[in-house]
Every structure is written in structure tokens, then in C-alpha cells.
């Protein structure tokens, strides 16, 4: 029987603390006025809530649904938009926020929808990196941090719908 052991990687002091210097980076980079944060289903949902919140500017949020083929399996490619923007982007500083960057895949899916809403900038901020599972390049202008290919649970991040509301984030082991 599988039975799990959660091993803290990044203590909830730890993601805080790095959010509110991505918030101030944020802050630093972009002129006046508001940022629309687009949350990538579901993962995100927790670092978006944190970001707007450290932010000090008119923070909106907006929350876009994907689905992958063959995700971990193959390659393919294959993502498929579950749930659409509420609203237009168009003319705005759009920041897509996702929990972590995997394969590339579905973010450089999104980056394509999203361009074609003519938004003013558009950039990526993501909390974790694995940069060792790239499959497709994307620029992501905001890292919270880089981590290894280890399979993590918490803070938005699931294994089989469990465990996205753990505080800390944690590497998932399989018991000996
Ligand atoms: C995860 C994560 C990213 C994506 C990254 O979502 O939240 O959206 O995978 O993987 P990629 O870089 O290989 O495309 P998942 O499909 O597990 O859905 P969830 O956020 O609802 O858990």
C-alpha cells in the first residue's frame, strides 16, 4: 500500500518571506496603475491570494482554467482551456501567476491564448522552478524558487486532489 511521508522543503516563513520580495520586485518594475494577476487553475490559487496582498497598487484577479493529455507521460503537448477569462485583458499589464513550471508546456500553451488578447505586457511570475523537467523554453520574468525534480505537495500543489492545503511545502515520499 502506498503511504506516503511529507518531508518540508520550504517552510511557510520561507514562502512569505520570498513572496513579499517578489511583491517588492513587482512594485520596482512596473509603472503606475493596476496589474491584472491571471491565476492558473488550481494550483495558484494560494500564491495569487498572497501576491495581490503584498502588493500595493490595484491588484485584479482573474482566474484561467487549463487541462493537459498524456501530462508526465508524454510529451504531446496537448492542453485544453477548461475555463476562460471573465473579463478582457486587452490594453492591460497582465501578470499570469502560477504555482510551478514544469514541463513548459502548459504555460507556453497559455502565453499563445493570452497574447492574442492584445493585453499591454504580459509576463509570468511562478512561486517554484523546476528547470531540470523543461520540455519547452518559456521566459519567466518572477522565480520565487528554483527547486529539484522531487514530487511536492502543499501550499496549491496537489497529489491526486490531497494536500493543497498544507502551509509548508513539502516533498512527497513514497514509505520504504
Ligand atoms: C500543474 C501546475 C501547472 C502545470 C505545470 O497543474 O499548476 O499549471 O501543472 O506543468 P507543466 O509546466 O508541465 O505544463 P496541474 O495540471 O497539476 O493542475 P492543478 O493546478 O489543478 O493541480
Not at 56 to 81: C, M, P
Amino acid at each position: 500500500m502506498f503511504q506516503p511521508s511529507l518531508r518540508v522543503l520550504l517552510t511557510e516563513q520561507q514562502i512569505q518571506t520570498r513572496i513579499r520580495e517578489l511583491g517588492a520586485q513587482i512594485e520596482a518594475d512596473y509603472p503606475e496603475g493596476p496589474i491584472y494577476l491571471i491565476g492558473i487553475l488550481k494550483g495558484a490559487c494560494f500564491f495569487l491570494a498572497d501576491l495581490a496582498r503584498v502588493l500595493h497598487r490595484q491588484a485584479r484577479i482573474d482566474f484561467i482554467g487549463v487541462s493537459s493529455y498524456g501530462k508526465g507521460k508524454t510529451s504531446s503537448g496537448e492542453v485544453k482551456l477548461t475555463k476562460d477569462l471573465d473579463v478582457s485583458v486587452e490594453g492591460a499589464h497582465v501578470l499570469v501567476v502560477e504555482d510551478i513550471v514544469d514541463s513548459g508546456v502548459t504555460l507556453t500553451y497559455l502565453m499563445h491564448v493570452l497574447e492574442q488578447r492584445k493585453p499591454r505586457t504580459l509576463k509570468i511570475a511562478t512561486l517554484l522552478d523546476k528547470p531540470e523537467r523543461r520540455i519547452k523554453p518559456v521566459t519567466v520574468s518572477y522565480v520565487g524558487f528554483q527547486i529539484p525534480d522531487e514530487f511536492v505537495v502543499g501550499y496549491g500543489l496537489d497529489y491526486a486532489e490531497d494536500y493543497r492545503n498544507l502551509r509548508d511545502i513539502c516533498v512527497l515520499d513514497p514509505a520504504p
